[in-house]
């Protein structure tokens, strides 16, 4: 089980590093998503793996799981969640702004110039208007 | 137990719901309720100065439960002092933020200020560490708000790289901490300065990657190069007066590294704790360096400032990362010096940027504007401040500085580099004052701004943020006294060990 939860938190942080350093606002995005989903696994695992052990104190309970952690993650999700929320709307209203969905990279936006490419929402419209 | 501690938190997350729920419909009251909590903040700061002054530190137990359980504020020298700077500089940002009509121009900026200002008395005051996590959120999530204020294109593409990189910064956040907390079972500070010296041999390698990850997400706060990237985009795409608060966000992330490098992983923290001070100190000199060929390379002021303050937090951590008192103190008392010239330069650029027009802050040369002559020594008052000149509190803060790097071993190459750098930063400013004031005079013709009426408040509270750098100055020797008291209860780490723990777990673990 240790394996399993680790290669999982191993392999959502590289992917999630890798989308983080696109130069697009959409798999930057992801990247985030995926980010705060291993670390979110990785918090709950500081406590150690521990299967059927209840965190709060019973009578017939065997051993105790440590409850700190699973509190740290619940805090943990609701304000990654928000991020994601308010980071996704915003990488909207920046791409209807600005007409590019590019995250620090003028280049883009001047190959598309060049090949005569209309990004953004202008270029949407006159992709319809083309059809 | 003093409630008071308590209040600095507490004050603006009350009036934060207030504004936005009760009195939203009208910017008038907005604005009484935000200057009146914003001026309650500065008593209530002053008083926990004053307090902190005469004792140990204190604690306030959140929900009386005992620490290491339950969450604990402490007040101490160095808490207090950023209490204090945060509130005067709030008062004074607000005031201009007011005057000028920034908070007019989109809205909650009162709402959002409030909770910027919960969020950073927060970080200074908890003495937990998922609880800085918490509250370094809670500034952030205000910070993107009050960032955006006003909107435009340009500032919502800064914007979008400011909030990505800060949702990769928290998650490295989230990572040290799981990793310290699997390692000693507890986020209480001081219960982590106790357990750090009892780690298991075969745990001090995981302890050294968290407390070095750690550093990673304070100097993304700082903006310690490599990590410095984010923040001339994003301050110079704010509005001026956010930046000018924003100034003092960099030094949470300075204050995080000094708090934690002291107390948790400082000297007695034994094999297991990573020293810090040896990424810091090239890290920071870089930073030095870089921020400073900015200074002369940006083309606009407000980037310009940008470039300075980056340089600046350079100056600072370089005198961090010694780890000494005597260059602790140098520290504080250039922190105190550089967050207020930083905030003065940018409500400065505003006031130039909103007399010329469509010239905006970039630095070429216009026809005349308004006012040229008081804002040219306004400018000239707050860059000679940064640039660290004399007779201003700059000059006496880099002094300390050198002073307490002298006879160290890297010595030779700080003293090199800073006084190098402050030579460069002097012409850099005297260019952008020149490109601005001096060879407008020569041209034909005047702007006449849009703002016909000119009221005088922005102005008095830029004055007062540079009169704070006169006051610095002035009263060096007192200042300095207290900042020595403070260095040398944070590398007493017993102290506030056992104010939050009693002495009996203090001393035993």
């Not at chain 1, 670390?39 to 104190?57: D, Q, S, W």
């Not at chain 1, 883009?108 to 005569?116: F, N």
């Not at chain 2, 000494?324 to 409500?347: E, Q």
Request: with cysteine; proline share 4%.
């Amino acid at each position: 089980m240790e394996l399993l939860v680790a290669s999982g938190i191993g392999a959502m942080t590289a992917a999630g590093v890798y989308l983080l350093l696109r130069a697009r606002t959409f798999p930057v995005i992801i990247g985030v998503a995926l980010l705060s989903y291993a670390v979110n696994v990785f918090l709950f695992a500081t406590g150690r793996l521990a299967v059927h052990r209840p965190p709060v104190i019973s009578d017939d309970a065997a051993g105790y799981t440590d409850p700190l952690p699973q509190a740290l993650v619940l805090t943990a999700i609701v304000i990654s969640f928000g991020m994601t929320a308010l980071v996704t709307i915003l990488a909207l209203r920046a791409y209807l702004e600005c007409g590019t969905d590019a995250v620090d990279t003028p280049e883009l936006d001047a190959t598309a110039q060049e090949w005569g490419i209309q990004t953004g929402p202008a270029g949407e419209a006159a992709e319809a208007e083309r059809r | 137990m003093n409630h008071w501690i308590v209040v600095p938190v507490i004050l603006p997350a009350m009036l934060a719901p207030l504004l936005v729920l009760a009195v939203r419909h009208s910017l008038t009251l907005q604005r009484v309720f935000s200057a009146v909590g914003t001026a309650a903040l500065v008593a209530v700061s002053l008083g926990l100065a004053l307090r902190a002054a005469g004792g140990g530190p204190e604690i306030y137990e959140l929900g009386n439960w005992p620490a290491p359980f339950g969450i604990v504020l402490v007040l101490d020298r160095l808490s207090a002092l950023m209490l204090l700077l945060t509130g005067l500089l709030a008062a004074a940002v607000l005031t201009y933020a007011i005057s000028s009509g920034w908070d007019a121009r989109g809205r909650h900026f009162h709402p959002l200020f409030q909770f910027q200002l919960m969020g950073v008395n927060g970080a200074f005051l908890t003495g937990d560490l998922f609880n800085l996590f918490v509250f370094f959120e809670v500034l952030l999530i205000a910070s993107y708000g009050l960032m955006l204020h006003g909107g435009g294109a340009e500032r919502l593409k800064a914007g979008v790289q400011y909030i990505v990189v800060n949702l990769a910064g928290s998650t490295l956040f989230l990572f040290a901490v799981g990793t310290i907390y699997a390692v000693t079972g507890t986020l209480n500070m001081a219960d982590l300065a106790v357990k750090v010296q009892q780690v298991a041999p075969g745990d001090e390698a995981l302890l050294r990657v968290g407390a070095l990850l750690l550093l990673v997400v304070f100097a993304v706060k700082a903006a310690l190069v490599p990590l410095h990237f984010w923040l001339p985009g994003t301050y110079a795409n704010a509005p001026a007066p956010v930046a000018a608060l924003f100034a003092i966000m960099t030094k949470v992330g300075a204050y995080s590294i000094i708090r934690v490098y002291t107390l948790v992983f400082g000297a007695g923290a034994g094999d297991g704790a990573a020293s810090a001070g040896d990424w810091l100190l090239p890290a920071a000199l870089v930073t030095l360096v870089l921020g400073t060929a900015g200074v002369l390379g940006a083309g606009g002021l407000m980037r310009l400032i940008c470039y300075a303050l980056i340089a600046s937090m350079g100056t600072l951590l370089t005198a961090v990362a010694l780890f000494t008192p005597a260059a602790t103190a140098a520290a504080l008392y250039y922190l105190v010096h550089s967050t207020l010239a930083a905030a003065a330069l940018f409500l400065v650029a505003d006031l130039v940027a909103a007399r010329r027009g469509r010239f905006g802050d970039r630095l070429e040369a216009a026809p005349r504007f308004a006012q040229t002559g008081l804002l040219a020594s306004l400018f000239f008052l707050a860059a000679i401040g940064m640039a660290g000149m004399p007779p201003l509190s700059g000059f006496l803060g880099k002094l300390l500085v050198l002073d307490s790097a002298r006879g160290g071993e890297a010595t030779a190459v700080i003293w090199t580099l800073i006084l190098a750098t402050s030579l460069v930063t002097i012409v850099g400013f005297a260019r952008a004052g020149s490109a601005l004031f001096w060879k407008s005079a020569a041209l034909e013709g005047r702007i006449e701004a849009a703002a016909a009426a000119r009221p005088v408040l922005p102005i008095v509270a830029t004055a007062a943020v540079l009169a704070g750098m006169v006051v610095l100055s002035a009263l060096a020797g007192p200042v300095t006294g207290f900042l020595e008291g403070t260095a040398e209860q944070l590398y007493a780490p017993a102290g506030y060990i056992e104010a939050v723990l009693g002495a009996e777990r203090a001393a035993g673990g």
